[in-house]
Each structure stands twice: as structure tokens, then as C-alpha cells.
């Protein structure tokens, strides 16, 4: 059996990664926890979407491993540019925020995998190779949800209320549950204050909400919600492109 050492002495082509996280110690760690397999090489860190497209433009990389919660467009907008710029490199986001609320969202965004930051060490590093073989990385959960979706047992409306959400009003969701007010989520998404107002608006019609406490109450508990399933996400099962 080759050990890592013995693996770098014959010349084994490492997967270039592209970190993108906007916590500086996060990616620090991401960072040696790649560098130490021997087929993986991480090639950039990014902490915001300009950044990460700064990057592409320069370095070659062969997949990107990619937080949500991103300073500016936010990063399924990131997703949807990089599926459009670069289609040949391979998203596979490690996001805080509960599965099955987001992993549509992103899929459909153009990613090709997502994980929990509560998975293990090892399931991360299974789903990065396979991944860069081609094929879509989800939990045993979601893929369940989304075969009874296929099958018509239910619509993903009435399996998860927020899918009636677009993206943007989505990342103002997390945001106000997070306990950030109208001003700081404008600058936090780069929109005006007078946009952030008008996604409340429309969140509580599609939601069935009336008054602006309510919907702040909601926030709230969706975000609870999201880090109680957090702490109890289950190993990640692979599916064929």
C-alpha cells in the first residue's frame, strides 16, 4: 500500500480546490485538512464572490468547495456565475443551513453536491472525489425528498413552505432570523434598504404571514429549526449525474 509520502515521490495529479468561506480561520482549517490527501492541493481561497472570480480568470482549478453565507450577491447568485462562466468546474457546497430547505436551491443553481458543515471528515472527502468524477453528492435524507417529489407523493411547496421563496428572499430569511435588521442586511447583500423591505413584503404574502412581527417570529424559528437539523444530519449517499 502507497502511503501519502510515497504517493507524491511517483507524481500523483492533485486536484486543484478552490476554497471559498468568508471566515478566515474557517478556510484555514479547510485548507490542511485538504492539503494533507495526497490527490487533493488546494489552489485559492476566497471570501467573497468577486474574489472567487478573480481567481477562475487566473488559476486553474478543477473544483470549488463553497460556503452559502458569502458577503455581496450571496452565494447562490456565485453559483449561478460560475455555471455560466466556467460550466466545466464543479461546485460542491458545504453550507450551516439545513439540507433540504437549500440543496434544491443549489442543484438547481448549478452546483453538484451538498453537504452539512456537521458531516464527518471523511464523508466530506468522499463526496470531493466523487464529485470531481462527475456525479451529484446528497444525504440519505434529501435523496428521499426528492424521489417522493418526483413521484408526486408530494410537491416541494408542501414538503418545505420556504420553497415558495425565491433565492434572494431566501438569504433575507437566514439574515432576519439571524437576528440582523433591514440596514445591515442591505449592506450585508449589497441591495437597498428600500429591496430588502420589499422581499419582507412579498415573503409574508407567499407565506401567509401578516404583520412584520410575525414574519420576524418565523425567521426566527426557521433558523432554530435549521441549526437543530444541524446537529442531527445524517452521512451523505452519492447518485449518478
Not at 502507497?2 to 474557517?26: M, W, Y
Amino acid at each position: 500500500m502507497k502511503t501519502p509520502s510515497d504517493a507524491s515521490k511517483i507524481g500523483v495529479i492533485k486536484s486543484r480546490i478552490l476554497l471559498v468561506d468568508d471566515h478566515p480561520f474557517t478556510r484555514m482549517g479547510m485548507r490542511h485538512f485538504i492539503n494533507s490527501h495526497p490527490d487533493m492541493t488546494v489552489c485559492g481561497e476566497a471570501g467573497d464572490p468577486r474574489e472567487v472570480m478573480e481567481i477562475l480568470a487566473e488559476t486553474p482549478t478543477d473544483l470549488i468547495l463553497c460556503d452559502l453565507n458569502l458577503p455581496g450577491k450571496g452565494g447562490l447568485e456565485l453559483i449561478k456565475d460560475i455555471r455560466a462562466l466556467h460550466p466545466q468546474i464543479p461546485v460542491l457546497v458545504l453550507s450551516m443551513h439545513d439540507e433540504p430547505q437549500f440543496a434544491p436551491r443549489v442543484l438547481r443553481a448549478g452546483a453538484r453536491g451538498y453537504l452539512m458543515k456537521s458531516e464527518k471528515i471523511d464523508s466530506v472527502t468522499r463526496a470531493i472525489r466523487e464529485v470531481l468524477k462527475g456525479k451529484i453528492v446528497v444525504s440519505e435524507r434529501m435523496s428521499s425528498l426528492i424521489l417522493e417529489i418526483f413521484a408526486g407523493k408530494q410537491t416541494q411547496e408542501s414538503a418545505i413552505p420556504e420553497a415558495r421563496l425565491s433565492d434572494r428572499e431566501m438569504e433575507v430569511l437566514c439574515l432576519m432570523g439571524s437576528a440582523l435588521g433591514t440596514r445591515e442586511i442591505a449592506r450585508r447583500l449589497s441591495i437597498s434598504m428600500k429591496t430588502v423591505e420589499a422581499h419582507r413584503a412579498n415573503m409574508k404574502q407567499k407565506l401567509g404571514l401578516v404583520s412584520s412581527q410575525e414574519l420576524v417570529r418565523y425567521a426566527v424559528c426557521w433558523v432554530e429549526e435549521s441549526g437543530r437539523a444541524q446537529s442531527q444530519a445524517v452521512p451523505v449517499a452519492v447518485a449518478s449525474a
